[in-house]
């Protein structure tokens, strides 16, 4: 046995290996928390992004402009929509 391997020392390092594992699972809940936070906030902001491209891809096919449409969750191809000609 080293010398300081008594019941003391093995008692303080499984309490401290205890606090730092539970010290170590709330900063992971923390940060899953926080993840998910980002998760909702990614959502919405894409939600807004897709359908102001949407809104883009609308006057575009509507004026029956020219050019490329962008790509959208309603529009994965970025196609003209317009399905009559001038």
Request: glycine letters at 16%.
């Amino acid at each position: 046995m080293a010398p300081n391997d008594n019941f003391i020392t093995r008692a303080v390092d499984k309490g401290v290996s205890s606090v730092g594992g539970a010290a170590g699972s709330v900063v992971d809940n923390v940060g899953k928390g926080i993840n998910g936070v980002s998760d909702d906030v990614h959502k919405s902001s894409q939600g807004w992004g897709n359908g102001t491209r949407d809104y883009g891809n609308y006057i575009k096919d509507a004026t029956r402009a020219s050019g490329a449409r962008s790509q959208t969750a309603k529009n994965p191809l970025g196609l003209n929509n317009s399905t009559s000609k001038r």
